[in-house]
Structures are given as structure tokens and as C-alpha cells.
């Protein structure tokens, strides 16, 4: 069972607009969550994170949001640049054990 | 510093055979993760070794195994292959195994089972 889910496979923006990637997760036992960057042929890249005790984090262009009522967290990316053009995933832990990984977004960004 | 490295890079089996992925952590690493990523099921968790001990591990058959040396690097070992294991497999290293320590991937090894 997909315990973080990513409802949207893709997602297209223009250069200079806000993107927001959704992100649902299940399990409340779930306490750090984190974006990362998939470019082809490249393994996934950190992007940014967010513990259960914030609900925002922002670092440059990118913030997440984190509501834990909903269960759901959002990156933004704000301006969208042609190079943020990749496959965003959102991963969660519970505690010091492995990542659970959504299916992942793949923004385009439109020059 | 050195990212992870992944060898190989690429790889084509046939069904039955075994196969035997390296992974070489972040210098310092002591904790290594493998994933399997396949089209529309987005990253699944395999193991993770810290310290030459398993002390993590997904929902894989016993097909699947790995190890980890004093060195940290690592090695994924996969028998009796399958279509289905045809996949991307990724390993991350991470300084500790603490929560928020940030998992660093490497660029994987596509195995292609024919």
C-alpha cells in the first residue's frame, strides 16, 4: 500500500509562474519529510526538507508547507526556471527508519 | 568530496541468472540504502546497512540480499532474476542512520532482465 502519494504525474508551468507539487501521505506516524530532484540518467538529488514540528520551510525559491491535519505537504517553487524542469519526489520517514517514496511529479517548466 | 558511485551503470541478464550491484558511499558514510524504482511505483525501499549490519528492511523476496563491508561500500545481490526485477536500483549513503540525517543518492544501475 502507497503509504506517500503523488496524485499528479505531471505537471506544466510557465517560466516565472509558481509551481506547486502536491503530496498525501497516510502513515501519522510520519515525522520528516523531503522533496528531491530526479533529472534522466541522474539519482535523485535532495532538494529540501521539513520536520513534523514546523509547517514551513523555505530555502530560496523553494518552500514546503507541511499540514499535518490533512496529512499533506506542498512544495512551491517560485520563479519557475526551464532548469526545474524534472521529476519531484516527496518522501517521508518515521523516525530513524527508511524513506517511503511517492510515484513522483514531472514539472515542466515552458521557456 | 566524491558522490556516491554506482557500477555498474548498466546491465542486461536473462531470466534465472544472479546478478551483483556496488554501490561506494559518501566518504565518512556509514549507512547505505538500496531502492528499487520502477515505472509508477516511485522508489521502493530494499535495505539499509549501517556499520556491516542490516538493521532496515523492505517488502523484497529473499531473492534479493545484500551486505555491507568495513569499508562501507556495498553490494546488492539479486538470484534467480526475473522480467519483473528489471528496474532502476538506486543506493544512498547517509552520515549516520539518525532521522534526519539527508540520504545522498547515487545515479543507479539499470537492469534490464531479458
Known amino acids: 500500500d502507497q503509504q506517500v502519494k503523488q496524485n499528479s504525474p505531471s505537471l506544466s508551468v510557465q517560466e516565472g509562474r509558481i509551481s506547486i507539487l502536491n503530496c498525501d501521505y497516510t502513515n501519522s506516524m510520519f515525522d520528516y519529510f523531503l522533496w528531491y530532484k530526479k533529472y534522466p540518467a541522474e539519482g535523485p538529488t535532495f532538494l529540501i526538507s521539513i520536520s513534523s514540528i514546523k509547517d514551513k520551510n523555505e530555502d530560496g525559491r523553494f518552500t514546503v508547507f507541511l499540514n499535518k491535519s490533512a496529512k499533506h505537504l506542498s512544495l512551491h517553487i517560485v520563479p519557475s526556471q526551464p532548469g526545474d524542469s524534472a521529476v519531484y519526489f516527496c518522501?517521508?520517514?518515521?523516525?530513524?527508519?527508511?524513506?517511503?517514496f511517492g510515484t513522483g511529479t514531472r514539472l515542466t517548466v515552458i521557456p | 568530496k566524491a558522490g556516491v558511485t554506482q557500477t555498474p551503470r548498466y546491465l542486461i541478464k536473462t531470466r534465472g541468472q544472479q546478478v551483483t550491484l556496488s554501490c561506494s558511499p559518501i566518504?565518512?558514510?556509514?549507512?547505505v540504502s538500496w531502492y528499487q524504482q520502477t515505472p509508477g511505483q516511485g522508489l521502493q525501499f530494499l535495505f539499509e546497512y549501517f556499520s556491516e549490519t542490516q538493521r532496515n528492511k523492505g517488502n523484497f523476496p529473499g531473492r534479493f540480499s545484500g551486505r555491507q563491508f568495513s569499508n562501507s561500500r556495498s553490494e546488492m545481490n539479486v538470484s534467480t532474476l526475473e522480467l519483473g526485477d528489471s528496474a532502476l536500483y538506486l543506493c544512498?549513503?547517509?552520515?549516520?542512520?539518525?532521522?534526519?540525517?539527508?540520504?545522498?543518492f547515487g545515479p543507479g544501475t539499470r537492469l534490464t532482465v531479458l
Open positions: 518522501a517521508a520517514s518515521a523516525g530513524a527508519n527508511n524513506l517511503f
Open positions: 544512498a549513503s547517509r552520515l549516520q542512520a539518525y532521522n534526519q540525517d539527508t540520504q545522498y
Open positions: 566518504s565518512g558514510h556509514r549507512s
